[in-house]
Structures are given as structure tokens and as C-alpha cells.
């Protein structure tokens, strides 16, 4: 029986993700701090990992209690931001701005999120689509195959590629956690998820597999 066995969000939009056990959705349909915080280069444009490898260099935390953003700088080094503060984002603007080596904003946005589909919802997959996907290639992970693809909602108790039946004008939707899914759409994926999360190399073949 399908079960949902992870929630996890991306509070700011290029970073990694964080595990939650409940989160509330939005009325736009997104998740609770999904995206709710995205850097914007100086021409208003989103700033992510689709433009900078380097975000594959960022080691990160997020506490969802306190929005606070922690950096691991260095060594027993690490920055902290409370992004609920003007002030301290402003900061993180400035620190974000140095280590890209480009002028930016990080704004906010708590009605929707800057997700890329905000009419469509939190993103899903199964766990088995994962540990297939990942037993494909020789260096990949289940872990590592979850944290390239960055969905939101994974559900546990279903086979691979089970998420696909639910796409299409007379498709079922299906319920987990007392929650009603309906499919709308695949969602097309960008450079990312062939990249390592940790080293931003690419891995040959993973986007035709």
C-alpha cells in the first residue's frame, strides 16, 4: 500500500533539501517552505544551479523552526543567517554575492515559492523509481539518485515507475497521508540531476537513461 515515507523541501531554491515531517500546503498547492527563498541576479533573472555549478560546492542547513541558513565556510568554520530577519538577509545577499563572484538578491516569496510550476504542486516520486534509477549506474546511490532528482513528496510501498499511471486526462489519482494526488504533468528536469550533488561532475548517460 502506498505510504508517503519522506517529505522533504528546499527552502532556498538551489540548495540542498531538508527532511520535515509534516509540512502545510500552501494555497497555491505548493509545500511550506518549498523554494521560499531564491537568489536573483542584478537583471531580476533566478539564480540557481542550472547557471552556477558552484552551488554544488555549498555544504548547508536549514532549520525549518528558526529559518535559519547555516554555511559550513571552512574548518570548523560555519556562517549562519536568519532569513526571517531583513537584516541578516541582507547579509546572506553579501555573502552569496561574494562567493559567486555576481551581484544578488535573495528574495523571499511565502505564498507560493519560487518553484518553476507553481500551479502544479510538490514534485513526487517513488522510492523504488529511485533505487532503480540509481542501480542503473555503478557510483550512484539511492540516496544519491533522491538528492539529484529533488522531489518533494517520496512514497514508499509501490514498484518502480509507479507514479507514471497517474498522468493523462483519465488517470486515477491516488491518496496518502489523507492527502489526494492528482498527476498533472512529467516534470522535464534540467542539467542537475546528472551532476553529482557533492562535486558537480556529470555522469555520462544519466539523462537518456
Given at each position: ?28 498547492g505548493t509545500l511550506a517552505w518549498d523554494r521560499e527563498f531564491a ?155 546528472e551532476r553529482d550533488p557533492d562535486t558537480g561532475e556529470p555522469l ?6
Amino acid at each position: 500500500m502506498a505510504r508517503i515515507e519522506r517529505l522533504r523541501v528546499y527552502p532556498v531554491k538551489g540548495i540542498e533539501g531538508v527532511d520535515v515531517q509534516e509540512s502545510r500546503i500552501r494555497d497555491g498547492g505548493t509545500l511550506a517552505w518549498d523554494r521560499e527563498f531564491a537568489l536573483f541576479d542584478d537583471g531580476g533573472k533566478v539564480f540557481n544551479a542550472k547557471r552556477s555549478d558552484r552551488f554544488h560546492d555549498l555544504s548547508t542547513g536549514f532549520d525549518i523552526e528558526t529559518g535559519e541558513l547555516a554555511i559550513d565556510t571552512g574548518p570548523g568554520e560555519v556562517r549562519r543567517f536568519a532569513l526571517e530577519s531583513g537584516v541578516d538577509r541582507l547579509r546572506a545577499e553579501e555573502w552569496f554575492s561574494d562567493f559567486f563572484g555576481a551581484e544578488l538578491t535573495l528574495e523571499r516569496d511565502g505564498e507560493t515559492g519560487f518553484v518553476d510550476r507553481t500551479e502544479m504542486g510538490p514534485s513526487v516520486v517513488s522510492t523504488a523509481t529511485l533505487s532503480t534509477v540509481a542501480g542503473w549506474f555503478d557510483d550512484v546511490t539511492t540516496d544519491g539518485a533522491r538528492r539529484r532528482i529533488r522531489a518533494n513528496v517520496e512514497v514508499a510501498g509501490v514498484p518502480a515507475f509507479w507514479e507514471d499511471r497517474f498522468l493523462g486526462d483519465d488517470a486515477p489519482a491516488f491518496e496518502a497521508g489523507g492527502v489526494r494526488f492528482e498527476g498533472v504533468t512529467p516534470c522535464g528536469r534540467c542539467v542537475v540531476p546528472e551532476r553529482d550533488p557533492d562535486t558537480g561532475e556529470p555522469l555520462a548517460g544519466f539523462v537518456e537513461d
